[in-house]
């Protein structure tokens, strides 16, 4: 069984903060990235930042970089993306998925992901 489920999405205030979560259950491997992306209406599916599994090494896209925060629970096999000062510019479908090998997480390429989640909606309105 391999399986990645998101949740945590919903409705948030500009300037407020929401977690969401990726439950990864099972993988034979420790090794790869774990990534989050997002698709938000009438554009493609970006990269938002990615977790190493083996050593929690962290990456994010500019647009993420001092707003979100990505961590892991080794013990509960689980890869968070905290989401602090939400603009209503990060209204959209947010996925985890994981890279087997190589580097497409970290340049934020959906194509390169091998294992995707079906994604929660997180939506930033006043």
């Known amino acids: 069984q391999l399986q990645l489920v998101e949740s945590g999405g919903g409705l948030v205030q500009p300037g407020g903060s929401l977690r969401l979560s990726c439950a990864a259950s099972g993988f034979t491997s420790d090794y790869g990235t774990i990534g989050w992306f997002r698709q938000a209406p009438g554009k493609e599916r970006g990269g938002v930042g990615c977790i190493r599994r083996s050593d929690g090494s962290t990456y994010y896209a500019d647009s993420a970089k001092g707003r979100f925060t990505i961590s892991r629970d080794n013990g509960e096999n689980t890869v968070y993306l905290q989401m602090n000062s939400l603009k209503p510019e990060d209204t959209a479908v947010y996925y985890c998925?994981?890279?087997?090998?190589?580097?497409?997480?970290?340049?934020?390429?959906?194509?390169?992901?091998?294992?995707w989640g079906k994604g929660t909606l997180v939506t930033v309105s006043s």
């Open positions: 998925a994981r890279e087997t090998d190589g580097s497409s997480c970290v340049m934020g390429y959906a194509s390169g992901m091998d294992y």
